[in-house]
């Protein structure tokens, strides 16, 4: 175990992340989004991509209960546990079949442990993707996103199926 490793189990998160706050790793994942917003925006008008003049309140519903779903997905699915590994640590199981990871290392590591660890920060990304393919592709982006907000329904309609049974046997 190296130094920085052994630090990281001796801290609490809390006492670490005031002590070592990665800020040129937090910067680098700000540069990595804007340059890719600022990436797609340049191919979509190279490309003559008619961007929306409006986007209907039901597609943001909908772009928005798949952006739920999506980052739940890539921070708390035991699943796409490989993609968090090399940046976090398991800490616990979480509810519904959810993982708590904690970010570890230092520097660009531990920024992106902290991003991959947090479902409301992973959102920004993935409403970034989903609404550059909504815009590109509006007709894809849909099915994605239904997709998507059809396993959000059913994991609702699960908690609530749990719920209604613990009720009733209690």
Not at 71 to 100: H, Q, W, Y
């Amino acid at each position: 175990m190296t130094d920085d490793e052994h630090r990281y189990d001796e801290q609490s998160y809390n006492e670490q992340a005031e002590a070592d706050m990665p800020l040129a790793g937090y910067a680098t994942l700000a540069t990595a989004f804007t340059g890719a917003a600022a990436l797609f925006a340049l191919a979509a008008r190279r490309r003559g991509v008619r961007l929306p003049d409006r986007v209907p309140p039901w597609d943001v519903a909908l772009l928005g209960t798949a952006t739920f779903k999506a980052s739940r997905l890539l921070t708390k699915d035991r699943i796409t546990s490989f993609l968090r590994a090399p940046f976090t640590r398991r800490e616990e199981e979480g509810a519904g079949g959810e993982v708590n990871d904690a970010p570890r290392g230092a520097g660009a590591r531990r920024a992106v442990g902290e991003l991959l660890s947090c479902p409301f920060c992973t959102a920004a990304w993935v409403a970034g993707g989903l609404t550059a393919t909504y815009a590109s592709a509006p007709r894809a982006a849909r099915l994605v996103c239904a997709g998507l907000s059809a396993v959000t329904v059913a994991d609702w309609l699960q908690y609530a199926w749990t719920w209604t049974e613990e009720k009733t046997e209690g």
